[in-house]
């Protein structure tokens, strides 16, 4: 696991790593503990190893927006949605994520080092090895 991130609740986590995957990890309390359970769902990213995540902290409603950036020069941002199914036993909760759009050759120099959204604001900057810093509204 190279990066992660919490959804603005606090109830979610979502690594990314080498596997070019996202990971889904859900709050579990446990005798006062608090810990994340990796859930049975991952998303192929990208086409190399993904560097950073980073979950839009002043989200509201059903969903919210997660961007991640790659090895293979991409930043892609995910829609992220909270669903309910039928378990076994009660009804559970599950966020699915779907790729709402993807940037290619962000950077000149090709690998995207990190992302990370303005605490307050829809504004997003992203890091390459060319150095710069790059703001997405």
């Not at 998303?43 to 979950?55: D, E, G, K, L």
């Not at 002043?58 to 991640?68: D, H, Q, R």
């Not at 009804?91 to 699915?96: P, R």
Request: with cysteine.
């Amino acid at each position: 696991v190279w990066a992660c991130d919490f959804d603005p609740q606090g109830r979610w986590m979502v690594t990314v790593s080498a596997d070019h995957c996202l990971v889904l990890w859900r709050r579990a309390d446990r005798g006062g503990t608090v810990l994340f359970e990796p859930c049975s769902r991952t998303w192929h990213a990208h086409r190399a190893p993904i560097y950073s995540v980073a979950w839009l902290p002043c989200a509201g409603g059903e969903y919210s927006i997660v961007a991640t950036c790659s090895a293979d020069g991409s930043m892609a941002l995910w829609r992220a949605s909270l669903s309910q199914h039928d378990g076994e036993d009660e009804e559970t909760e599950a966020v699915q994520f779907a790729e709402v759009q993807r940037f290619e050759d962000v950077h000149s120099a090709g690998e995207i080092n990190c992302v990370a959204w303005h605490p307050k604001q829809s504004l997003l900057v992203s890091v390459g090895d060319d150095g710069l810093l790059k703001l997405w509204k």
